[in-house]
């Protein structure tokens, strides 16, 4: 079946401007988490969802980033008045719930944003 | 809080060699671990995890990992690597109770040479 599919798989954006990530996860998973990884970094949890609710969002790094999953499936990720050190690579990642331990998660193939 | 240490950031290794990537890891509570293989240009991949039970644990590909809780370490090993293992390999853990978030080592680039 299909995968976690993000979009757009590039974004360019100039400093000042709002973007929006899309995470559409794969079908009758509950969880969808976002994950940010710079260049030559590992990926660095922002914030997950169980269905539509947001559970943890400890990761995202100030109030210029927000995230929702109305519906419990596709999320979209915001970032307002981008600035440069936002350029990175923001993967998503879907499970199912786990009744014993975490289950696996799987990755999308990322949006790699580019602030100039 | 969790933290995980790759001590090596990249590893050169010649075809049909061994190899070991080594992970560290810190945390206050107790951890599921696992590691992760990024193929150039592709998402995140699972490669093995421990949940609990039998320390040592087989993944795909070949590659195995033994859970060292005395020592909060949670290496991968392989004893014959392909030049398709090529990629970069990252150590995670999560922490009991937390949802299933992964926190991330820095990764480790494997080399397989000819």
């Known amino acids: 079946g299909a995968g976690v599919s993000q979009s757009p798989r590039y974004k360019v954006t100039k400093r000042g401007q709002d973007v929006a990530l899309r995470c559409d996860p794969i079908s009758g998973h509950v969880s969808l988490y976002w994950y940010r990884q710079a260049l030559g970094q590992g990926p660095e949890f922002l914030t997950y969802?169980?269905?539509?609710?947001?559970?943890?969002k400890s990761g995202l790094p100030n109030d210029r980033f927000s995230a929702e999953r109305p519906e419990g499936s596709i999320s979209t990720l915001t970032i307002q008045r981008t600035e440069q050190r936002d350029s990175a690579m923001y993967r998503c990642a879907s499970s199912l719930y786990g009744r014993r331990g975490p289950p696996e998660q799987y990755f999308g193939p990322g949006t790699r944003l580019t602030v100039t | 809080a969790q933290s995980v240490t790759q001590l090596d950031s990249q590893v050169p290794v010649f075809e049909e060699a061994p190899v070991e990537l080594r992970c560290n890891y810190s945390?206050?509570?107790?951890?599921?671990l696992f590691w992760y293989v990024q193929y150039p240009n592709q998402g995140l991949q699972l490669l093995l995890k421990y949940l609990s039970g039998s320390t040592l644990v087989k993944g795909i590909n070949g590659f195995e990992a033994e859970f060292n809780k005395s020592q909060t370490s949670f290496h991968l090993r392989k004893p014959s690597v392909h030049i398709s293992d090529t990629a970069e390999y990252f150590c995670a853990v999560s922490g009991y109770n937390q949802g299933g978030k992964l926190i991330f080592g820095q990764g480790t680039e494997l080399s397989v040479k000819p």
């Open positions: 969802f169980n269905y539509e609710a947001q559970q943890d």
């Open positions: 945390s206050s509570v107790s951890v599921y």
